[in-house]
């Protein structure tokens, strides 16, 4: 029985999305193979590339037109949306959607500095006020600790 699609990108096909949205616009395998080389070890194969890609626009992650003797590709989907799906995906089957503990364990892995705390930290007042725009007399977020002072 052969195995069905993913339906989110591969991590070899997030890369060649990485790139395409990097770019701002279409790119053939070539293109691609050119940047893609620069840091894979050992080198990929035209072929490898081509073949990623072609199985990508059978997804619905890229489309294709011809551009002269080769085909260009470019991102179905723009970078926030798949972004935005694939964090969906994750939080749903590996966090059973519960958002504290995706974070508890992201703040874990990653071990952001004070500097990106604040901003996480104002990316959540943000929200909180949002949130509390669109619900009518809406509960604040409860705090678990104080907020620290810049000294």
Known sequence: MARPRAEQPTPAELEILKLLWERNGPATVRDLLEVVNQKADPPRAYTSVMSLMNVMTEKGLLQRSPQGRAFVYEPVSPREQTLRSLL????ERAYSGSASLLVAHL??????????????RSLLDGYERRVGETKEGGAPCKRSRPKRSKG
């Open 88 to 91: 969906s995906e994750t939080l």
């Open 107 to 120: 703040l874990d892995q990653s071990a952001p500095s004070a500097d990106e705390l604040d901003q996480i």
